[in-house]
């Protein structure tokens, strides 16, 4: 029994995992205020020190690796499904749908005068919905995905990116200066505001939904084909397409809502996984989740470090550490094609 | 055992593709298609594939129609190679031979399908660049990659006791000739041992030298269908090709200038 990843994929892995584990672990100890990692491991923490540990870094690294995790694989997934190196989770307009619902949510509800709490809750929860609108939309307009051009899939995404946009502009426009500040803070996204309550639900969503995509992933290799080839050895392609498209956007709709909008990962990290050791689908997923957690603790920590104790928007780190790597990985690229 | 096509027709709008075509692709023979562009041989080849419905007519595997099969019993039943393939990712030449192994789409994959896999990198003679990015490679070599694929799908080492079938879209046409004869001599033993092949045919004389049995498509009809030697007349083939040709018969060759 030889497995579809070889000893190359396999190391990588693991070394994306102690860089996973290591970024974790970094993520814990320092912020605003550092915690003695020997005083953790002995368990001897003081009150202080607990309640930052299960109520403030807990949920906020947890959301991080939920986020790291759904926004890589679902890039890589969307890659290899739309057979075009440029696919990204945003293409297909399920963040900018979420952003909507969210900004919607801030301007149109005061959020801070809702009893219980029900705030902290409602933004996710709206832009939960509204992502969930949008890939309803993708599938009534796709006709169900029955459309065989995958391209139409993408091009419908790119419309409905842009339609959502006009949505977030106008909302940006009608909003007060309270509410504005509110709504750039969410677009540039951040793991601070993360709670157990809605992280338990995601993390089951993102868990299953990558479990799912690597059970599938030698069908999405075959999918490099082309979808007539991969039809002709067996694949059920329109299935694979909807199961993919719907999956991806579940998990990124959901990640999103909490975090707000964290740029490059999705694009940037399958790149890089595919880079350092090989293309095929099931190592592909696996390390693009390790980067992905890696790339958004880290960018974590930066934010919360770097202009200590005030914070920097996470997205914002993701994307200005992005950037410059993809035009990195750009030039070098041409220089292996040609 | 073969794959039939009874009094097949497709029609797309109120324009006829294929009209009432009637051919069989037995085990053990390899049947030709030739035919100038846009007759519709490609469309025969994917419709035969299974890749659309006929509009009328109906086409068997075995017995059976062809959708009473899964997709995975037409997958180890029948192998089809297209003339394209464009590859986005920098697979590796292995791992786009191994995508023709049918049904394993679990994490693992067993040691008999790795040991098919070897005997027909071998066979294509593959070795050399089985790690090789496949979008660096020539489009010869690639085609043989694409060839390799399609055979691994369907092969068997020593005969083939249940039916199987190769459907090739000019299969050799970026190959240079030692390679060329070389995959079409593959694909003769492979029809000894007992698979039906259909080749669709760019060169007459390649026709000649290897077909068993040969349809002449004409404007998505069956202009003639039988032995190289019935099909590949003079008078026949300059109707169709609109080109004065001779046929000489031994060697078995045709002339067009």
Not at chain 1, 143 to 150: A, L, Y
Not at chain 2, 159 to 174: A, G, H, K
């Amino acid at each position: 029994m030889l497995r579809w990843i070889n000893f190359k994929q396999s190391l990588t892995l693991a070394v994306f995992l102690l860089f996973g584990v290591f970024a974790c672990s970094l993520g814990t100890i320092y912020g605003g205020f550092d915690i003695g990692f020997s005083s953790i491991l002995s368990g001897e923490l003081q009150k202080l020190e607990t309640e930052i540990l299960l109520n403030i870094r807990g949920p906020r690294i947890t959301l991080a690796v939920m986020v790291g995790a759904a926004l890589g694989v679902s890039g890589a997934a969307l890659q290899g499904l739309f057979r075009n190196p440029l696919a990204d989770p945003g293409l297909i307009g399920v963040s900018a749908g979420a952003a909507l619902g969210a900004v919607s949510a801030i301007v149109f509800l005061n959020v801070e005068l809702l009893p219980f709490q029900l705030g902290k809750y409602l933004i996710p929860l709206a832009a939960i919905l509204s992502s969930c609108a949008v890939i309803c939309l993708i599938y009534i307009l796709t006709n169900g995905f029955k459309k065989s051009d995958i391209t139409y899939v993408l091009l419908i995404g790119i419309a409905l990116n842009a339609l959502a946009t006009v949505g977030i502009g106008l909302l940006t426009f009608m909003s007060t200066d309270s509410q504005l500040r509110g709504l750039t803070y969410w677009m540039m996204g951040s793991f601070g505001a993360a709670s157990w309550g809605l992280l338990v639900p995601t993390f089951f969503v993102v868990i299953l939904s990558i479990l799912t995509l690597i059970f599938i992933a030698r069908k999405l290799d075959i999918m490099q084909l082309g979808e007539v080839e991969a039809y002709r050895l067996g694949v059920k392609v329109k299935k694979l397409k909807m199961m993919v498209i719907l999956i991806s956007a579940l998990m990124v709709g959901i990640s999103v809502s909490l975090s707000g909008i964290i740029g490059f990962v999705g694009l940037v990290v399958p790149h890089l996984v595919r880079l350092i050791a090989g293309t095929n689908h099931t190592y592909l997923f696996a390390g693009s989740a390790l980067l992905g957690i890696t790339i958004t603790v880290g960018a974590d920590l930066l934010s919360r470090m770097a202009i200590s104790p005030a914070e920097l928007p996470v997205g914002l780190a993701t994307s200005a550490l992005g950037a410059p790597f993809f035009l990195f990985l750009v030039i070098r690229l041409r220089k292996i094609e040609y | 055992m073969s794959i039939k096509a009874t009094q097949v027709s497709l029609s797309r709008g109120n324009r006829w593709l294929l009209n009432d075509i009637k051919l069989e692709i037995e085990c053990g023979q390899i049947l030709g298609v030739i035919g100038p562009n846009g007759s519709g041989k490609t469309t025969l080849l994917n419709l035969l594939a299974g890749d659309f419905p006929a509009s009328s007519g109906e086409i068997y595997y075995e017995n059976l129609l062809i959708n009473d099969y899964t997709l995975i019993d037409r997958a180890k039943y029948r192998s089809v190679m297209s003339q394209r393939q464009e590859i986005v990712f920098s697979y590796t030449v292995k791992e786009i031979v191994e995508m023709g192994i049918v049904g394993e789409y679990g994490i693992y994959k067993d040691t008999h399908t790795t040991d098919r896999l070897q005997n027909i990198i071998e066979l294509l003679q593959l070795e050399e660049l089985k790690d090789r990015n496949v979008r660096t490679l020539s489009g010869g070599e690639q085609q043989r990659v694409h060839i390799a694929r399609a055979l691994v799908q369907i092969w068997q080492e020593k005969s083939y006791p249940d039916p199987r079938f190769l459907l090739l879209d000019e299969p050799t046409s970026s190959l240079d000739l030692a390679h060329e004869i070389q995959v079409l001599e593959i694909l003769r033993a492979e029809v000894k041992k007992g698979l039906g092949v259909m080749v669709v045919f760019h060169d007459l004389n390649l026709t000649a030298h290897f077909a068993d049995k040969v349809a002449l498509i004409s404007g998505g009809k069956i202009a003639a269908y039988g032995t190289p030697e019935q099909v590949l007349e003079p008078e026949i083939l300059s109707n169709i090709y609109g080109l004065a040709m001779t046929v000489s018969k031994k060697p078995f060759r045709v002339s067009y200038f």
